[in-house]
C-alpha cells in the first residue's frame, strides 16, 4: 500500500529552523516529482515546493529560506525550513505525483497526514 508519513514539525522560535521529512513506503519516490504543501489557519492548502530528479521550484512565499531536497536510498524528500516566521504555522503536507514538475494539488496522486509546524515565542 503507498503511503506518504511526514514527520520534523514542531514548536520553533521565530528565526529558528526546522527540517521536515517525507517517507515513502509501498512505491519509490524518484518516480515520481514531490511536493510541499501547507495549510494555516483558516486558510487554503498553499503549494510551496516541489523537486522531480535534481530540478526544483519554490513558491515566492518561502524562496531563499526554504530548500527542498530527497534522498534516494532512504526513499525520502526533505524541506529544511529557516527563518521561520509565524506566518509559516500551518500543516504541512507532502505529496507525490507523475506529472512532473509544479504544485497544483489537483495533479497529486499520494498524500501524506500532515505535520504541525508552530512558529511562536
Known amino acids: 500500500q503507498e503511503q506518504l508519513v511526514e514527520s520534523g514539525g514542531g514548536l520553533v522560535q521565530p528565526g529558528g529552523s526546522l527540517r521536515l521529512s517525507c517517507a515513502a513506503s509501498?512505491?519509490?519516490?524518484?518516480?515520481?516529482?514531490v511536493g510541499w504543501f501547507r495549510q494555516g489557519p483558516g486558510m487554503a492548502r498553499e503549494g510551496l515546493s516541489c523537486?522531480?530528479?535534481?530540478?526544483?521550484y519554490y513558491a515566492d512565499s518561502v524562496k531563499g529560506r526554504f530548500t527542498i531536497s530527497r534522498d534516494n536510498a532512504k526513499n525520502t524528500v526533505y524541506l529544511q525550513m529557516n527563518s521561520l516566521k509565524p506566518e509559516d504555522t500551518a500543516v504541512y503536507y507532502c505529496?507525490?505525483?507523475?506529472?512532473?514538475?509544479?504544485?497544483?494539488?489537483?495533479?497529486?496522486?499520494?498524500w501524506g497526514q500532515g505535520t504541525q509546524v508552530t512558529v511562536s515565542s
Open positions: 505529496a507525490a505525483t507523475s506529472y512532473g514538475l509544479g504544485v497544483q494539488e489537483t495533479l497529486y496522486d499520494y
Open positions: 509501498g512505491f519509490t519516490l524518484d518516480d515520481y516529482a
Open positions: 523537486i522531480v530528479n535534481n530540478t526544483t
